[in-house]
């Protein structure tokens, strides 16, 4: 078990280009799960994938973002035509639906900068 | 729907002094509760979690919480804090089942920081 991990841990652009954001959770967990964090703030839910299926969205997720999650392994998010008001640092997250595993463990987060 | 109310941003205490950091929820489900550590340019790390069981939690490191379900809370403490415990402590809810199990709401988080 080597933890849920993230890549890149850090991504400087432009206003206006396209990032994308990768996850690998823990093998054995089916639930993934993508938060933003702003600073001084708590990680707001964006979304989450229960294996390949997308369940549900946050309303801070607009249509400039997207997530897969295609073999209900690793998972992408991507942000088109960023803005600077996408500043943040994204974490992942994954939980087994076993009753008694209900924790989440996360990734160690990339950190995201638009100029 | 959940939400997480910290109620202190900022706690700053001396080493060696005993500390609180105060948690409230609300809930219209069961939820398990969790404290989670963040250091700085870090993810967040699970700190002690109620599942189940014994209202007071504890943690390897000295920390403890309690569940206190009629005030609906999840106060964290520590008796003696040292300078590595400077950090940001995040307090979260989770529903125990139905289609949002593990799915977290989060406080805004407590800064801890511990001076010599």
């Known amino acids: 078990d080597t933890g849920v991990s993230q890549d890149p841990r850090h991504k400087i652009t432009k206003r206006g280009q396209n990032v994308t954001f990768r996850c690998d959770p823990i093998s054995e967990h089916n639930r993934l799960y993508w938060y933003r964090q702003t600073l001084g703030q708590g990680p707001e839910f964006l979304t989450y994938f229960q294996n390949e299926a997308q369940l549900e969205k946050s309303r801070l997720l607009s249509d400039r973002f997207s997530a897969e999650r295609p073999k209900g392994s690793f998972s992408t998010l991507e942000i088109q035509r960023t803005e600077q008001g996408d500043s943040a640092m994204y974490l992942c997250?994954?939980?087994?639906?076993?009753?008694?595993?209900?924790?989440?463990?996360f990734g160690p987060g990339t950190r995201l900068l638009v100029l | 729907a959940q939400s997480v109310t910290q109620l202190d941003s900022q706690v700053p205490v001396f080493e060696e002094a005993p500390v609180e950091l105060r948690c409230n929820y609300s809930s219209s489900v069961s939820v398990y509760l969790f404290w989670y550590v963040q250091y700085p340019n870090q993810g967040l790390q699970l700190l002690l979690k109620?599942?189940?069981?014994?209202?007071l939690v504890e943690s390897i490191n000295g920390f403890e919480a309690e569940f206190n379900k009629s005030q609906t809370s999840f106060h964290l403490r520590k008796p003696s804090v040292h300078i590595s415990d400077t950090a940001e402590y995040f307090c979260?809810?989770?529903?125990?089942?139905?289609?949002?199990?593990?799915?977290?709401?989060f406080g805004d988080g407590t800064t801890l920081t511990v001076k010599p």
């Open positions: 109620y599942l189940s069981g014994s209202t």
């Open positions: 979260a809810v989770s529903p125990l089942a139905g289609t949002n199990a593990g799915k977290s709401t």
């Open positions: 997250a994954s939980t087994s639906l076993s009753a008694a595993k209900e924790t989440q463990y």
